[in-house]
């Protein structure tokens, strides 16, 4: 069973809409990271969590939110999407934060049309 | 802020070459880590160096670390087709930031058969 699964891998949604993206993970860690991947900008951190109810800001957090109520579940929600969002997303957890890397999901393909 | 300068961003090579791609900063990280990504999917750990001038072998790959842990090689011999992918350092701070990993842009390896 993989790791991490983040769900859905694919969504097409319409600008202004909310959309909420889901991960899930078996590995009991600690730590989880919400990021976006765009060509030219590599991975940059949106959210993160170092335990349950416990989160704070990345570098591009500005129209997202997430929460965790349970170690297993990392859910990130676009409040009003913009083309802007339009992204690959990508779950990653740790055990001991980043000191020795993170697992990460395959990833969510959003469009915002 | 802890940037990541990988070099270079695109490489594409016959089988059978020896490439090394380069990962530095002007920061010092606790440590640091090698990905991999193919098309498709989330970044898998290849690698985590800890200590200052370590080296570590994985079959055809060899990761240092450098010995003022600011800046890592990846160096690949007789690269394979299978090599082929984005290969991503990143850096974990020290103290208190340990938990959130910088991430470098990366480099597009294409290995031709």
């Known amino acids: 069973d993989a790791g991490i699964t983040q769900s859905p891998r694919h969504k097409v949604t319409e600008t202004g809409t909310p959309v909420t993206l889901r991960c899930h993970q078996t590995?009991?860690?600690?730590?989880m990271y919400w990021y976006r991947q765009d060509p030219g900008h590599g991975l940059r951190l949106i959210h993160y969590?170092?335990?349950?109810?416990?989160?704070d800001k990345g570098e591009v957090s500005d129209g997202y939110s997430v929460s965790r109520s349970k170690t297993e579940d990392f859910l990130l929600t676009l409040e009003s999407a913009t083309s802007s969002q339009t992204s690959v997303y990508f779950c990653a957890s740790g055990t001991a934060g980043g000191t020795y890397g993170y697992t990460f999901g395959s990833g969510t393909r959003l469009t915002v049309v | 802020t802890q940037l990541l300068e990988q070099s270079p961003q695109f490489l594409s090579i016959q089988e059978g070459e020896n490439l090394t791609v380069y990962c530095n900063s002007s920061s010092v990280f606790s440590s640091l880590q090698w990905y991999r990504q193919e098309p498709g999917e989330g970044p898998v750990l290849l690698v985590t160096v800890v200590t200052g001038g370590e080296v570590k072998k994985l079959k055809r790959l060899t990761f240092q670390f450098g010995d003022a842990r600011k800046d890592s090689s990846l160096h690949i011999t007789a690269a394979q087709p299978g090599d082929t992918g984005l290969y991503l350092c990143?850096?974990?701070?020290?103290?208190?930031?340990?938990?959130?990993?910088?991430f470098g842009k990366g480099t597009l390896l294409t290995v031709n058969p």
């Open positions: 969590s170092y335990g349950v109810k416990d989160t």
């Open positions: 990143a850096g974990a701070g020290s103290g208190g930031s340990n938990y959130k990993l910088t």
């Open positions: 590995e009991n860690h600690r730590y």
